[in-house]
């Protein structure tokens, strides 16, 4: 962490820095499951995230998700709660992609 901005909502938030990652090009949905399940997690709701009982992956969708020029998987951007925290509802409050899915 090298400081605190302010994102576009005018909320304070961590600046971080991380290494530049070399892209081939996105990872897959296919991929990304792949590595969830390797990883020892599995998809929950239709594969809106992932869980491992312990730790909930949410918004592991295209353009958060690379595959390096090394062939690994990188994850960008994703959110990450404990299980036991009540994220899933966190989640769907706060996520555009799961209020637009559930819109009618």
Do not use: W
């Amino acid at each position: 962490m090298i400081g605190f901005g302010e994102n576009s909502d005018g909320k304070t938030c961590a600046v971080l820095v991380q290494r530049f990652v070399h892209s081939f090009r996105l990872a897959t949905k296919e991929e990304v499951h792949d590595e969830f399940i390797r990883l020892g997690f599995h998809p929950e709701d239709n594969g809106e995230y992932y869980t491992n009982g312990l730790h909930d992956i949410f918004d592991a969708v295209e353009g958060n998700v690379l595959m390096g020029d090394d062939g690994h998987i990188y994850f960008i951007d994703t959110i990450i709660y404990p299980s036991d925290t009540g994220g899933y509802e966190t989640y769907c409050s706060l996520s555009p992609r799961h209020s637009n899915s559930n819109q009618t």
